[in-house]
Each structure stands twice: as structure tokens, then as C-alpha cells.
């Protein structure tokens, strides 16, 4: 018989939050999880599949598309719009509501210049139709999906409950999103996000036990997140325009994420502005060799410069929104702001700290 194993991802729980989980069930294991570069969307490729974004292809969800070719009537009206919207938020706000009406695909604040150049590439990993093995797949979980059962943590818990005791499932695995969310909007010093923690405490003890008393002593359980996070204290202006023109196939792309900013060179000419401007910026620094490397980020597809934030800042406006969070996951990895939690009943992991593809490695090895 395959040994019964509850998995339960909790988006952004910080590592010490997990601490009342961890007492409540006397969970031999407690790790801090390290998350990869980059936002969720990364993390669990690495957590799920074990594939930092060199393998899985990606990095962050926008991402040049060097087979665009844009005709010149396009690019006009794009110009035209983003004048527009640069006299007025209202209309800018007004025409990118329409345009992802148009699209079908939400297209955030996207400057409409360096929005026919982009595209959304990958999926999250622990959706039903990722295109690579995850220990999901591999192990045949049954899912309850937060983006199939909506952003409510306490319905999602529920539904998770409901199936264990109705379907006896052997295999499950729920993901929760609800937190995240909380954390960017509300902050990490308000109620909002203590109920949030404390629902999220009695939800999944209550999930766990459940599904230790129905398989017994065999049963594995996993809880884990993909990231802490940090409170946001300052905001970054950075005009890449300002220095290199008008964006585009023939001179450079770029993409704002909240703390990373990414610029495709085509003109190389370019590079030494781009990374004097850079230096002079001071709130971040340009991914060398060695943490590109590291990170898994070695492919000039991610962006030929890479440069991240220091904790607590946060680019605005950029592509997702003109205005900053209260709080902002995103920034160097080893941060201790940044370090999720790993909660197991598997006695034999040691260590302070796992890896996001370690975390793969280790439940894959008890499927
Ligand atoms: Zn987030």
C-alpha cells in the first residue's frame, strides 16, 4: 500500500508564524524554507517540480518575447495610449481595464508601449495542467486548489476536510493563497493578519489530525510556504526611459516586477548607461555570475541585466500598479524576512533550513 501522505501549502506563511502549528502537533520537524529568486510563481516550480527557472524556462510572470514583431500602427496607437495615460491616471486606468477585456488576459499596468513585446509565460506548478512531473503528479494526489475553490482560506479548508472524510483520500493536497494577500494589503502588524494566521492554525491542525487518525501512524504530513515577507518602507522611481528612449525590438525591453527590474539588451550599446543608471540607483544591485548562477539564472532569456531590491523597498510604479504594498516578498532569498516554513511529521530531516527544490527532493523520496 502507498503510504498516505497530507501535503498543505500555505502561501506566505513567515517561518516563525508556523510556531503555534508546530506545538499543537508536536511536529518533530521545523524548518525554515528558503524560497529561489523571484515570487511565487518560481518558488514552486522549485518546490513542486524541483526546477529552478533555468529548467522550468521562466522567470516572473512577464517576460520578453523576442519573436514579437509589432507592425507600426500597433505601435503608434500604443504610443498614443500611453501619452494619453500619462496626463491622465484615470484614462490610463480606464484603457487597461478595456484592453484586458480585449485580451482576456489581465494586463495589469503595462505601459502600452512595452505591452506587444511581453508575454505571460508559466503556469503554477501544483495546477492540474503544469507541464512537467511534480510530486503531485508523480504521486497521484488528489487537489483542492485555492484557484479552483477561490481566495478563501477557511471554504478551502473546508472543502479539503469535507473530501478527506467523504473519499478516505490517501493522497491530498490543498493549497492556500488567502494569506498573501492579507500580508500585501494589510501589512503584518494589524488584525487582519492575525485572524488570518489564527484561521489558518485551526484549519489545518484540525485538517492534520483528521487525516493521522483516519491513516494512522504510517501518514506523512507536509505544511510549508514559499516565502516570508517584509514590511514595505520605501518607494523607488525608476524611469528606464528616461535614460535609454523609446523601448522596443531594435534597443532594449524591460520589465518593473515590485522588486525586480529585468532589461532585454538588443542594442548592446546600451549596457554601459544602463548599468551606470543602475549603480547610481543605490536601493538594489545588478545579479552577478556567481548569484545568477546560483539562482538558477543563468539564461540571457531572463533578462540580460537582473536588478533586485533591498529588503523593504519596492519599485513604484511598476508593471502590476502605480502605488506599494504594506508588505513585499521578492527580495534576497537568505533574508530571515524571507524564509517560509517547513512543518513535517518525518523525523529524519536535520538542519535549520530546507531549500525550495529540497523540499521537492524530500517528498518525492517518500511517495
Ligand atoms: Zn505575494
Not at 485580451?103 to 505591452?115: D, S
Not at 489545518?204 to 487518525?213: G, Q, Y
Not at 531549500?355 to 517528498?363: F, G, P, Q
Request: with cysteine; net charge negative.
Amino acid at each position: 500500500m502507498k503510504t498516505p501522505i497530507l501535503v498543505i501549502f500555505v502561501d506566505a506563511l513567515p517561518y516563525d508564524r508556523a510556531v503555534n502549528i508546530v506545538e499543537k502537533l508536536a511536529a518533530p520537524t521545523y524548518l525554515k524554507s528558503v524560497p529561489g529568486a523571484g515570487y511565487s510563481i518560481n518558488v514552486k516550480a522549485e518546490m513542486f517540480a524541483g526546477l529552478k527557472p533555468d529548467d522550468v524556462g521562466y522567470f516572473c510572470e512577464w517576460n520578453y518575447d523576442v519573436e514579437s514583431s509589432v507592425a507600426w500602427p500597433v505601435k503608434a496607437l500604443m504610443s498614443i495610449l500611453d501619452w494619453v495615460g500619462g496626463i491622465s491616471f484615470f484614462l490610463d486606468r480606464v484603457f487597461h481595464k478595456l484592453t484586458t477585456k480585449v485580451l482576456g488576459e489581465n494586463v495589469y499596468a503595462i505601459p502600452f508601449r512595452v505591452m506587444p513585446f511581453l508575454k505571460n509565460s508559466g503556469l503554477t506548478a501544483y495546477e492540474r495542467d503544469f507541464q512537467h512531473p511534480t510530486f503531485l503528479s508523480e504521486g497521484a494526489f488528489d487537489r483542492v486548489l485555492y484557484s479552483e475553490e477561490g481566495v478563501n482560506d477557511k471554504k478551502v479548508f473546508e472543502k479539503a476536510l469535507g473530501k478527506l472524510q467523504k473519499e478516505k483520500c490517501s493522497r491530498l493536497f490543498v493549497s492556500t493563497a488567502e494569506l498573501d494577500g492579507v500580508m500585501h494589503n494589510h501589512g503584518m502588524f494589524c488584525e487582519e493578519y492575525e485572524n488570518q494566521i489564527a484561521l489558518i492554525e485551526d484549519h489545518a491542525v484540525r485538517l492534520i489530525n483528521e487525516f493521522l487518525d483516519l491513516h494512522g501512524p504510517e501518514a506523512h504530513y507536509f505544511l510549508f510556504s514559499d516565502h516570508g515577507m517584509a514590511p514595505v518602507l520605501q518607494s523607488v522611481d525608476f524611469d528606464i526611459r528616461d535614460i535609454c528612449g523609446a523601448p522596443g525590438n531594435d534597443s532594449y525591453l524591460y520589465c518593473v516586477d515590485a522588486t525586480f527590474y529585468r532589461v532585454w539588451l538588443n542594442d548592446k550599446t546600451l549596457e554601459a548607461k544602463i548599468n551606470a543608471a543602475f549603480s547610481d540607483l543605490k536601493d538594489g544591485h545588478i545579479l552577478t555570475v556567481a548569484e545568477r548562477k546560483h539562482f538558477g539564472l543563468v539564461d540571457l532569456k531572463h533578462g540580460d541585466v537582473i536588478f533586485m531590491l533591498d529588503e523593504s523597498k519596492q519599485f513604484a510604479p511598476n508593471f502590476f500598479g502605480r502605488g506599494i504594498c504594506q508588505a513585499m516578498h521578492g527580495y534576497e532569498p537568505q533574508l530571515e524576512s524571507q524564509l517560509g516554513s517547513f512543518v513535517s511529521n518525518l523525523g529524519h530531516l536535520h538542519g535549520e533550513k530546507i531549500e525550495a527544490v529540497d523540499i521537492y527532493k524530500t517528498i518525492r523520496a517518500v511517495l
